[in-house]
C-alpha cells in the first residue's frame, strides 16, 4: 500500500542526491520570523537617526542614511507571506537584506546598523537549514513576476535617492539654489522623476543628466511593470465579477431552457442537436477552460458545479424544461441526477452513462431516460453494417468492373 504524501515536510532524499531536512518545514513560524526581523530593520532605521548620525544628514529621513536598512525591512515584510507560502524566489531575495545592511554597519557603525545587520545575517541563518524546502510554488509565473515587481521597485527608490543624495551638488532649482540638500528632497526628486511628472531640480552636469536619464528609464519601467503585474489581475477579478452578474442576469430571462451538465463530447454533441433546434440551452461545468471554449463557440454557459444546489438555481432550474446530465463521470452525471431530482420532483431528467452498467443505478436514482451512447452507437453502426444494399436507407458503393 503507497503511504499517504505529507504535504508538510520537503520530498524524500532520493539516493546520490541532496540532503533534505528531516523535520516539517514550519512555514507560519518562517514566515512571523521574516516579517518580524522586517519591521525590525525598518525600526532601526528610525532609532538610528538619534545616534551617530552626522550632522550633515539629520533632518527628518535622518535614519535612512543610507537607506537600506529600512528599504531591506521593507523587502523583507513583503517578502514574508512568500517565504510562508515555501516560495524559491521569495527565499533567493532574502540575500538581499544581509547585502544591504552589513555594507551600512561598516560606513557608519552605531548599535543598530550593527544590530540590522546581525538581524537579517541571522534571517538567513535561519532560513538556510530549510533551502531545499522551498519546492513549492515556481521560480517563473505571475507570482513569481509580482515578487520581482516589488524587489524592482524598492531597489529602484534605493538607487535613485542614494544616487541624487551623492550628486546633491550637481543639481539646481528655479531659485538659484544649488544641491539636493538632505534625504527628503533625494525622495521627492526620485518619486517626481520615476512618476514622470518632473521635479524642481535640474541637473547641471553630464554626470548628474546620465544619472537622471537612468533613472527615468529604471523607474518608468518598473512603473509600467507594476500597473501591469499588479493592478491588472485586479481589474481582470473586477471583470469577472461584472461579467458573472450579466451571466446571471441572462439567466434570470431564460424559460423553458434546457441545462446541459458536463462538457464531454456527449454534452457537445446535445448541445449542437438543441442549437440546430433552436432550443435554448445552457451548458453547466466547473471546469472554466472547457466552459470558456464553449462560450468562445457562442454557446450559452454557466460556470459552477452541476451538483450544487445554489447553481442550479441560478442556472434556472424552476424554469427548465429539462436536465440532460453528460459528464463523462458516471458518478458526477449520479450525484447531478439526486440533486436535480431532490429539488425539483416533477423535472425530466436524462442522464448519459459512460458504462453501459450504469444506467440501472441513474434510474433508481432519478433520472427518467438513461441512455448510453456506446450502447446505442454499437446497435446503429451493426444496423448499418447488416443492411442489405436494396434497402431503404443503404447507400450503393461503386459497381465492379
Request: one cysteine or more; aromatic letters at 8%; proline letters at 7%.
Amino acid at each position: 500500500m503507497t503511504p499517504a504524501l505529507d504535504r508538510t515536510a520537503p520530498p524524500a532524499r532520493e539516493p546520490g542526491g541532496p540532503t533534505y531536512p528531516s523535520r516539517p518545514y514550519p512555514a507560519s513560524a518562517l514566515g512571523a520570523a521574516t516579517a518580524a526581523i522586517g519591521a525590525l530593520l525598518v525600526a532601526f532605521g528610525f532609532l538610528s537617526s538619534y545616534y551617530a548620525v552626522p550632522d550633515l544628514f539629520r533632518d527628518p529621513l535622518s535614519g535612512y542614511d543610507p537607506p537600506f536598512d529600512a528599504i531591506a525591512g521593507v523587502l523583507l515584510l513583503a517578502l514574508a507571506f512568500r517565504i510562508r507560502d515555501r516560495s524559491p524566489v521569495a527565499w533567493i531575495f532574502t540575500l538581499i537584506a544581509p547585502a544591504l545592511t552589513i555594507p551600512i554597519a561598516f560606513l557608519s557603525p552605531n548599535a543598530f546598523s550593527v544590530g540590522s545587520a546581525i538581524a537579517s545575517t541571522g534571517l538567513v541563518a535561519l532560513l538556510f537549514p530549510y533551502r531545499l524546502g522551498f519546492y513549492r510554488g515556481s521560480a517563473t509565473g505571475p507570482e513569481a513576476t509580482q515578487l520581482l515587481v516589488i524587489v524592482a521597485a524598492l531597489l529602484t527608490l534605493l538607487f535613485g535617492m542614494v544616487g541624487s543624495k551623492w550628486l546633491a551638488g550637481q543639481f539646481s532649482t528655479p531659485s538659484g539654489s544649488s544641491g539636493i540638500h538632505n534625504w527628503t528632497d533625494a525622495l521627492y526628486f526620485t518619486v517626481a522623476t520615476i512618476s514622470t511628472n518632473g521635479s524642481n531640480y535640474t541637473p547641471t552636469t553630464d554626470v548628474a543628466r546620465w544619472f537622471s536619464i537612468v533613472l527615468i528609464l529604471l523607474g518608468v519601467g518598473t512603473f509600467l511593470s507594476a500597473v501591469v503585474v499588479l493592478f491588472l489581475p485586479f481589474l481582470e477579478a473586477r471583470l469577472e465579477r461584472i461579467a458573472r452578474r450579466l451571466e446571471r442576469a441572462q439567466m434570470e430571462d431564460l424559460t423553458a431552457h434546457v441545462i446541459v451538465c458536463g462538457t464531454s463530447s456527449a454534452a457537445r454533441a446535445v448541445a449542437d442537436a438543441f442549437r440546430e433546434q433552436h432550443v435554448p440551452a445552457v451548458i453547466l461545468a466547473a471546469d472554466a477552460g472547457a466552459i470558456g471554449l464553449f462560450k468562445n463557440e457562442g454557446y450559452r454557459t454557466f460556470l459552477g458545479e452541476p451538483s450544487s444546489e445554489t447553481v442550479l438555481r441560478a442556472c434556472g432550474l424552476d424554469r427548465a424544461r429539462a436536465v440532460v446530465a453528460a459528464d463523462d463521470s458516471d458518478a458526477e452525471n449520479l450525484l447531478t441526477v439526486i440533486t436535480v431530482r431532490g429539488m425539483a420532483p416533477r423535472a425530466r431528467i436524462v442522464a448519459i452513462a459512460a458504462s453501459p452498467g450504469a444506467i440501472g443505478k441513474l434510474l433508481k436514482a432519478g433520472a427518467n431516460e438513461a441512455i448510453s451512447m456506446v450502447a446505442v452507437a454499437a446497435r446503429l453502426v451493426t444496423a448499418a453494417a447488416l443492411r442489405a444494399p436494396d434497402e431503404p436507407g443503404a447507400r450503393s458503393g461503386p459497381t465492379p468492373p
